[in-house]
C-alpha cells in the first residue's frame, strides 16, 4: 500500500462519494497522484483509529483499524458498497 492509496481511500464525506462511480474515481486518483508525495503526520482518534495530516489534499478522514487492515492487504476496504451518508 502506497501513501497515495492511503490518500485515495480517505473515508471522510466529500471523499467516499466521489469514489462511487469511474469517472469521479479516476478524477480523484489523478488529483491525488498529483500531489507531492509525502509522509503525513499521524493522529490516534480514541482507540480505534488514526487520522493522517497532509500538507496538502484532504486530511479530513478517520481511518478505522479495519480499514487500514483491509488497505494493506489489497482488500476493498468499503466491500463494494457506495458511499452512504452516516455511519456503515
Known amino acids: 500500500m502506497s501513501y497515495d492509496d492511503l490518500r485515495y481511500s480517505c473515508p471522510c464525506a466529500k471523499c467516499s462519494p466521489l469514489r462511487n462511480d469511474d469517472e469521479s474515481s479516476k478524477s480523484l486518483r489523478r488529483?491525488?497522484?498529483?500531489?507531492?508525495?509525502?509522509?503525513?503526520?499521524v493522529r490516534i482518534v480514541g482507540k480505534y483509529a488514526l487520522g493522517f495530516e497532509w500538507n496538502q489534499g484532504c486530511s479530513s478522514g478517520i481511518y478505522r483499524f479495519e480499514r487500514i487492515w483491509a488497505?494493506?492487504?489489497?482488500?476493498?476496504?468499503?466491500?463494494?458498497?457506495?458511499?452512504?451518508?452516516?455511519?456503515w
Open 31 to 41: 488529483e491525488v497522484e498529483a500531489l507531492p508525495a509525502e509522509k503525513p503526520k
Open 71 to 87: 488497505l494493506a492487504n489489497n482488500q476493498d476496504p468499503d466491500d463494494g458498497r457506495a458511499y452512504v451518508h452516516g455511519v
